[in-house]
Every structure is written in structure tokens, then in C-alpha cells.
Nanobody, 123 residues
């Protein structure tokens, strides 16, 4: 069973960039769809970006398209989220998730979650 640990969050100003990392343990990482979700105070958890097992298909939420890039390095068992041109509305706890990949943008398609990393963007 894969286990996930996020890192790379922090406090930045609007327009800055951050790169989040998600380190996975376990032998099934390379066959799993990976996703990033976020949850702001008082809001539901929402899909941000997802990537298939071979990196051949990526999906982004409309709110981050063109600003965020998801990638994975299966040799390192790591998935990344490069976040550019950050906005205050990007402030949230960001979660890494793994799943079988039947619906890449659906929260309940994922069965393994990290603990989250806080991203705060000031205006």
C-alpha cells in the first residue's frame, strides 16, 4: 500500500512561485494515478491537478490551468506540483492523493492521501 508525504508549502506573496513535492513509499506507485487537491477554510476539498501512471495524460482545474504544472518521476516515487503566478485565492492546504485512475478529477476516486501542506499567498 502506497503512503504519501507532502512538502514544499509556505508563505509567499501574490505572483510568486512554489513547488510542492509528494514522496511515496510502497511498490505500487508507478501504476497509480496521482492527484493534487486543496481545501481552504470553510470550503470543500477541490481537485487541482492529476496525472496518469505514465505521465501521458494530465488534467487541471480551470482555476489553475496555465499556472500550475503536475509532473511525476516514477524512478524517485515522487509527484510534483509547480505553482506559478500564485494568487491569494490559491491559499489552502494542498493534499497529494493516489488512486486507480478511473476518474482523475473526482475526489472519491482516490484511496490514499497525504497529510497536507499549507500554502498561504498574501496580497
Amino acid at each position: 500500500q502506497v503512503q504519501l508525504v507532502e512538502s514544499g508549502g509556505g508563505l509567499v506573496q501574490a505572483g510568486d512561485s512554489l513547488r510542492l513535492s509528494c514522496a511515496a513509499s510502497g511498490r505500487t506507485f508507478s501504476s497509480r494515478t496521482m492527484g493534487w487537491f486543496r481545501q481552504a477554510p470553510g470550503k470543500e476539498r477541490e481537485f487541482v491537478a492529476g496525472i496518469t501512471w505514465n505521465g501521458g495524460n494530465t488534467v487541471y482545474a480551470a482555476s489553475v490551468k496555465g499556472r500550475f504544472t503536475i509532473s511525476r518521476d516514477n524512478a524517485k516515487n515522487t509527484v510534483y506540483l509547480q505553482m506559478n503566478s500564485l494568487k491569494p485565492e490559491d491559499t489552502a492546504v494542498y493534499y497529494c492523493a493516489a488512486g486507480p485512475g478511473f476518474r482523475i478529477d473526482y475526489v472519491h476516486s482516490y484511496d490514499t492521501w497525504g497529510q497536507g501542506t499549507q500554502v498561504t499567498v498574501s496580497s
